[in-house]
């Protein structure tokens, strides 16, 4: 490991500073779960590591008019137990809940999951399914940018380099709203899902007819994505078989999955198809509930 200075700031003005003045240079460290394998394996060799460990004020869940407003330091356990978030938005709960092991979930954090930006990760493809959007600051200014335009390709996004993720802004869900996060993984209950798919689905109660719907797949491209083609399908129709299966065809079409120790393309793509049928139908019963 090459030798870097540590910075400890005790003030987001003192973090963006330091950014300002050695953003190329530097790495934020939140967490720490994925910066410092990525140390370790030479992946990136900073000359200044900024710990967000005395931070105060980025580690609550507030709510903002019709939100709620995660902190970037909020970790995957205190998602996981939060009573508002299980009262308000209980996916989000179910989906931190289905990260690595408890060890893991006590350290990672909501902002470093997003700016680490594995397309296998799980809950970029809930908070994405949510319509989310993230708060960017730098010693410039704010910029909030929807999740949908953060993530560029594996392992980027369009953080710059003197830009510290503050936030996540998740809109509460309309009434008669079902959403559904599932993970697929056929190896240990703890590893990197080989599929994951996020399905949320609001329908008009009388009728039982979609009136809007939200799709996102985890681990089948360079990024989490979204099939609009597949939510166009389903506007303004009533849940049946035939059209789960029409969902699961466009949606397999729109993957791009690469094979790995996961799985082969083939397969991830063809489980992208199941999970995605399986998906909506329990959102849809969310729904009607
Ligand atoms: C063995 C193992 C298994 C895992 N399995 C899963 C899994 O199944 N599903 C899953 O979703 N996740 C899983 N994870 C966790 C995930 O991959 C990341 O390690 C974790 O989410 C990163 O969060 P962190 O707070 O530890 O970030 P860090 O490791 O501290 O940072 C990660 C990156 O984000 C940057 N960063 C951090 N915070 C900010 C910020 N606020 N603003 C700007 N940049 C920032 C850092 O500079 C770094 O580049 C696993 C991790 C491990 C080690």
């Known amino acids: ?17 330091l950014l300002h003045d050695h953003g190329e240079d530097a790495k934020i460290i939140a967490g ?7 140390l370790n394996q030479r992946l990136i060799m900073p000359s200044y590591l900024i710990s ?33 978030i299980r009262d308000q938005i209980p996916v989000l709960a179910e989906t931190y809940r289905q990260v690595a092991t408890l060890r893991i979930r006590n350290m990672a954090t909501v902002g470093g999951t997003l700016a680490h930006a594995d397309p296998s990760q799980d809950s970029p493809v809930t908070l ?22 953060f993530f560029t390709d594996y392992y980027e996004t369009v953080l710059q380099p003197d830009e510290l993720l503050t936030h996540v802004q998740v809109p509460l869900p309309k009434p008669h709203t079902g959403s559904i996060y599932l993970k697929f993984l056929p190896r240990t209950e703890d590893d990197y899902a080989t599929v994951g798919v996020a399905a949320s689905v609001e329908i008009e109660p009388s009728s039982q007819l979609c009136r809007e719907c939200r799709i996102v797949m985890g681990g089948v491209a360079s990024t ?66």
């Open 1 to 17: 490991m090459r030798a870097f200075e540590y910075r400890e700031p005790d003030t987001l003005e003192e973090v963006l500073a």
């Open 32 to 38: 720490g779960t994925a910066l410092v394998i990525m």
């Open 52 to 84: 967000l460990r005395k931070l105060s004020g980025l580690n609550s869940v507030d709510s903002v008019d019709g939100a709620l407003q995660l902190g970037a330091l909020v970790t995957h356990r205190d998602m996981e137990t939060s009573p508002v």
């Open 128 to 149: 994405m399914a949510l319509d989310a959007r993230v708060g960017l600051t730098s010693s410039g200014g704010s910029r909030e940018v929807a999740l949908d335009e």
């Open 224 to 289: 989490p994505l979204r099939v609009k083609e597949a939510e166009a399908l389903l506007s303004g129709q009533k849940l049946a078989p035939e059209l789960l299966h029409k969902a699961a065809s466009v949606v397999q079409e729109h993957t791009d999955p690469i094979s790995d120790s996961r799985g082969s393309a083939d397969y991830k793509r063809e489980m992208a198809g199941v999970c995605v049928r399986r998906a909506l139908e329990q959102a849809w019963q969310r729904a009607l509930a």
